[in-house]
């Protein structure tokens, strides 16, 4: 099996998973990471969704969806079929999003 760009972008994401809030708060918070929250936006886009869609369907604010989009739109995960109001997966985002979800069935 060889490594290519999806490969690697994933390796990358699994690299920064653990992500625990331990602040002396009451109690130990475990965020999503990062691959949870880049499949969690590539699923919604399937069907084709709007800032919005994505915002609320991964439950996540409009900033920080904003620098999802734009990280999965310039590694090529996504595209912007109207300038910046509405997204689709692509092909290259389908191949991600297929290993990852192999990736946690095994």
């Known amino acids: 099996m060889s490594?290519?760009?999806?490969?690697?972008?994933?390796f990358a994401m699994i690299l920064g998973v653990i992500d625990i809030n331990l602040n002396g708060d009451k109690k130990k918070r475990i965020r999503r990471s990062k691959i949870d929250?880049?499949?969690?936006?590539?699923?919604?886009?399937?069907?084709?969704?709007?800032?919005?869609?994505?915002?609320?369907?991964?439950?996540?604010?409009?900033?920080?969806?904003?620098k999802y989009l734009d990280f999965l739109g310039k590694n090529g995960f996504i595209e912007s079929t109207n300038p910046k109001t509405h997204y689709q997966i692509t092909d290259k985002g389908r191949e991600f999003l297929d290993k990852v979800q192999e990736i946690m069935i095994e």
Not at 40 to 57: E, Q, S
């Open 37 to 66: 929250i880049t499949v969690a936006i590539l699923k919604i886009t399937k069907g084709g969704a709007n800032k919005t869609r994505i915002v609320y369907g991964a439950n996540l604010n409009f900033v920080l969806a904003g």
């Open 3 to 10: 490594i290519d760009g999806v490969g690697i972008t994933l």
